[in-house]
């Protein structure tokens, strides 16, 4: 199999995969952390999309970890990360393999600079791509995020703790378990995805903060001979 047709054989697998490393924004694990009650739960969720109503942006560099079975040892990658409320993200991967993946809620690119291979996904237009979509950025704007999964929070003197499981079917195929640490400022700064077939992903953001982003960001041109596919067709 040639490296185009393994890309495209792949890919939406893999563009779930990096859209779940988004949804996760993390703190390194705390020791003794006291579980929340179903009330303080509802509370912090309020008070997550109370913040991302005044400041929907954010942005990071990243350290990311994959472990897989089909791997004689870990691959480790590094990026920047973009993302607006609601369903607006950009992420650029520099090393090793650098890729870029951009979505304005609409469209979703995904651009192999090495190759010039350019990836289009119209968005709702497929019924496991798009839900597995919403129930990411569910992680990622806290909306609707009851619908997707079932979870439990924790809290200490390091911040917050989300524990999400899957309840679709559907999503289990892309993910099994989500762990979710916030600082007290609900600023990531590390994830923990278990994918399925035991492969785990562990991503630590660094300099996390809330600035102003450029519309721009979340637009993409494919460069002028860029080869274009459709791999979930048109």
Not at 2 to 8: D, F, H, I, W, Y
Not at 39 to 53: G, P, S, V, Y
């Amino acid at each position: 199999m040639n490296p185009r047709t393994a890309r495209s054989a792949t890919a939406p697998r893999r563009c779930l995969f990096a859209l779940a490393t988004l949804l996760l924004l993390a703190l390194c694990p705390a020791g003794r952390a006291a579980e929340l009650t179903t009330t303080e739960r509802a509370d912090l969720l309020q008070q997550l999309r109370d913040l991302h109503a005044k400041e929907p942006n954010f942005e990071a560099t990243f350290t990311e970890q994959r472990t897989s079975h089909l791997l004689n040892k870990p691959v480790v990658s590094e990026g920047v990360v973009y993302f607006s409320v609601p369903d607006k993200f950009r992420r650029e991967v520099r090393t090793p393999s650098p890729s870029t993946t951009v979505s304005d809620g609409r469209t979703m690119w995904i651009f192999y600079p090495s190759f010039n291979e350019v990836e289009l996904y119209t968005l709702g237009q497929r019924s496991f791509f798009d839900q597995s979509l919403s129930a990411l950025t569910a992680g990622l704007n806290f909306e609707h995020i009851d619908e997707y999964y079932n979870f439990r929070a924790y809290h200490d003197e390091a911040g917050y703790r989300l524990d999400l499981m899957p309840k679709k079917p559907s999503l289990r195929r892309v993910l099994e378990e989500l762990s979710l640490f916030l600082n007290s400022d609900f600023l990531p700064t590390r994830t923990e995805i278990t994918l399925p077939k035991g492969d785990h992903l562990s991503t630590a953001y660094h300099n996390p903060h809330r600035p102003s982003l450029s519309p721009a960001l979340f637009e993409f041109t494919p460069p002028a001979g860029a080869h274009i596919t459709r791999p979930l067709g048109k």
